[in-house]
């Protein structure tokens, strides 16, 4: 009588197997780009920002670039600047920063990604860059996309 219960424990440890292996499906992120806006500090030429720019496409893009819009302290766009992230291999993360000339980084609320000009690499279908893309910011600039 020890393993009447068995059959009953068998079914539910199975149930709960399956119904974290359905939540772990639902965690693992959707093939795109991750952007994460990582700092922006002052630099001799103006603002440096720093992007950690992560490709989780299934093909390499040999160019990228990314249109972003450059949002005040009161909200109004400053200004609107192409950033050349250059190659993002498939599966890779890379670091990429760019100086902003004449921009005081304390001016910057925000940052909007508009579009990707450029979006190459072999197999890549035209607004995959745009496609489900992710951003983030550690710093205390909001960086939408």
């Known amino acids: 009588m020890k393993f009447s219960s068995l059959p009953v424990v068998s079914a539910a440890l199975a149930a709960l197997i399956a119904a974290g292996s359905v939540n772990a499906q639902e965690a693992v992120p959707t093939a795109g780009l991750t952007i994460e806006l990582n700092d922006v500090a002052p630099s001799q030429k103006g603002c440096k920002l720093t992007f950690v720019a992560g490709n989780a496409l299934a093909q ?9 819009v450059i949002f005040d302290q009161k909200g109004l766009v400053e200004r ?28 910057v609320k925000s940052l909007l990604i508009n579009d990707a000009p450029a979006c190459v690499g072999n197999g890549v279908q035209p607004g995959a860059c745009m496609s489900g893309i992710k951003t983030g910011s550690k710093s205390a600039v909001e960086l939408k996309g």
């Open 60 to 68: 390499s893009l040999s160019k990228v670039s990314f249109e972003f």
């Open 80 to 107: 609107m600047a192409v950033l050349d992230f250059r190659d993002l291999p498939a599966g890779k993360t890379k670091v990429r920063q760019f100086d902003l000339p004449g921009t005081n980084c304390d001016a």
